[in-house]
């Protein structure tokens, strides 16, 4: 009875269980690859728009400071400008009182004459002080567009108007070294 209840369980199971092993169906598996690949993409596209979004916000970080610093050297400038302003404004004030001023003269004659000289020193100061102030912002003027040309921001102070110039020396002198090693072109010539 042993052997027939083996035999039972034998032709069972043969009818239920395939003999041969089931080849894979590529199409089934197919779908569980794709899922895979497709994930593996998303993870990849991912990790690059986080890199993405890190530059973009390392930039933005950037050019915050950069605004900040550009809008700090605006009011720089326009505290020199004031200052500025307000010395020429100064300048002329001074030279208008003493061109009102009467004169006093006194028994020698001597009181017209230095009043006159007066006026004229304060004259002549007051336009010295105009042609510096003008000679200052050209400086800086050329000290700026060279920072420009260079692409860096000003490292000097707006007042150090020496400094400045060392700087636009410099530069021209660089440039003016860059020219000369370039070779020179022979002119054309009419052919007769």
Known sequence: MAVSWERHFRLALQDKLPMKIPERNPGRSLPVL????KRQELVD??????????AFQ???????????????????????????????????????????????????????????KWVQIQNTAAEKTLLLGRVRMAALNLFQLVCQHQR??????????EGQLEQVKLFLLDLSAVLASLPQSEPETAAP
């Open 45 to 54: 596209v991912d990790r690059g728009l986080r890199a993405q979004r890190e």
């Open 58 to 116: 390392n930039r933005m970080a950037v050019l915050m400071q950069r605004r900040e610093q550009l809008e700090q050297k605006k009011q720089e400038l326009k505290g020199s400008f004031f200052r500025f302003d307000k010395f020429l404004q100064d300048a002329e004030a001074r030279r208008s009182r003493g061109m009102r001023r009467p004169s006093h003269l006194n028994g020698d004659g001597r009181g017209v004459l230095q009043e006159s």
């Open 152 to 161: 860096q921001p000003p490292a000097l102070d707006l007042e150090d108007t």
């Open 34 to 37: 794709c899922l895979l690949q």
